[in-house]
């Protein structure tokens, strides 16, 4: 058994502290809590949280959470100080208001295209001969933002018109 | 000496002119002076209130916090605080950002829904359209889609807000 060295390199990041300990200007310990979240390449993560909760809260606040859900709690508080930051007076509670708002609006436009599609399916149909031209999938939506291809739930028929099949988009999640 | 200990009793009870100390000060056994910060706002009658906002927060940090807000809306500011305070104290994890990120599920699916809705319309506007034509005995090569048909269905982005994902689906 090797006694330790003074010569022998010490591990990669050892010695770093933590954006907690710098910004606080104190020894990074091995079992620093924050260490393991706050890291020295994000340092401004850390100055948001210190500056709405206050790095003993967050302490405390992790210690009473088992290690597994430390890192999501970390990303909420991270969140929450940077929306109190930007709107002091509503913080994440003004983003919750206007998501209520939002998903109202759509709620509303729901309703109105279902009524919009009913009326159209309730409608008698007609037989239509095929025309004779090629169904440019990525234009048949104007703007091409949605391909048909890509649009799971309508599949084009070789009648010129369309089958709603069900399923859908699934939509695309920014991580924060 | 218990007379002394009784009034300095009294006087952290209520300051010179009788008025009772705020629920801030009563928690933090602090005089509530006359320009206290936080005294409009967590009324004595509602302790667990700041209990909630200190535990979260920390006294000065809210008194820092209202400072920076114009008086008119402290109020406002404090509400919204002790919200936020009192979700995280009932979910430490996750704090209000459940919520958030429920609604902006939902508004996603509702966006989607709301695109094939407007697809499935579009394709029968277009039969009908063909239909009509068909009848009039005029031919077509193509079909005509209106204009406006081009942009339905865009996110209108006008709220700019990052996506909160935490692996709650």
Redesign the interface.
């Known amino acids: 058994m090797t006694s330790p060295s003074p010569l022998r390199p010490a591990p990669f990041g050892s010695n770093s502290p933590c954006a907690a300990c710098k910004f606080l200007r104190r020894k990074c310990q091995p079992d620093c809590i924050f260490a393991p979240y706050f890291k020295s390449d994000h340092p401004e993560k850390f100055v948001g949280v210190h500056?709405?909760?206050?790095a003993?809260?967050v302490g405390k606040?992790l210690n009473?959470?088992k290690p597994e859900?430390r890192e999501?709690?970390v990303?909420?508080?991270v969140?929450?100080a940077e929306w109190?930051i930007r709107d002091?007076?509503?913080?994440?509670?003004?983003?919750?208001t206007?998501?209520?708002q939002?998903?109202r609006r759509?709620?509303l436009?729901?309703t109105l295209?279902?009524a919009?599609?009913s009326c159209?399916?309730n409608?008698v149909?007609?037989e239509?001969?095929q025309?004779?031209?090629p169904v440019n999938h990525s234009g048949?939506?104007?703007?091409g933002?949605?391909d048909?291809t890509e649009?799971a739930?309508?599949r084009?028929l070789d009648n010129?018109?369309?089958e709603?099949i069900g399923g859908?988009?699934?939509?695309h999640?920014?991580?924060? | 000496m218990s007379g002394s200990f009784s009034a300095s009793n009294i006087f952290l009870q209520s300051n010179s002119n009788g008025r009772r100390r705020c629920a801030a000060c009563k928690y933090l056994r602090r005089r509530c002076s006359q320009d206290c910060i936080l005294a409009p706002y967590f009324h004595h009658s509602q302790p667990e209130r700041f209990v909630c906002v200190h535990?979260?927060?920390?006294a000065?940090?809210v008194a820092r916090?209202l400072e920076?807000?114009p008086t008119h809306?402290r109020a406002?500011?404090a509400d919204?605080?002790a919200?936020?305070a009192y979700m995280?104290m009932e979910d430490?994890?996750?704090?209000?950002?459940t919520?958030?990120a429920r609604?902006?599920?939902?508004?996603?699916?509702?966006?989607?829904?709301?695109?094939?809705?407007?697809?499935?319309?579009?394709?029968?506007?277009?039969?009908?359209q063909?239909?009509l034509q068909?009848i009039s005995g005029q031919p077509?090569?193509?079909?005509m889609?209106p204009?406006e048909?081009?942009?339905?269905?865009?996110d209108d982005n006008g709220?700019l807000?990052?996506?909160?994902?935490?692996?709650l689906f």
């Open positions: 500056r709405i909760f206050g003993s809260n606040l009473e959470i859900f999501d709690a990303r909420s508080l969140y929450e109190r002091p007076v509503y913080g994440c509670v003004g983003v919750i206007a998501l209520h939002k998903l759509l709620q436009d729901l295209a279902r919009e599609l159209y399916q409608a149909t007609v239509v001969p025309p004779n031209f048949f939506f104007g703007s933002a949605y048909a649009m739930g309508v084009l010129g018109g369309g709603f859908g988009v699934t939509g999640h920014r991580n924060f | 535990r979260i927060f920390g000065s940090n916090m920076h807000v809306n406002q500011a919204t605080i919200t936020e995280r430490p994890v996750y704090g209000c950002t919520i958030i609604l902006q599920h939902e508004i996603h699916k509702a966006q989607n829904e709301l695109a094939m809705l407007k697809a499935h319309i579009t394709i029968h506007k277009a039969c009908q063909q239909q068909n077509s090569n193509q079909l889609f204009a048909e081009a942009h339905w269905g865009m709220l807000l990052p996506d909160f994902s935490p692996n």
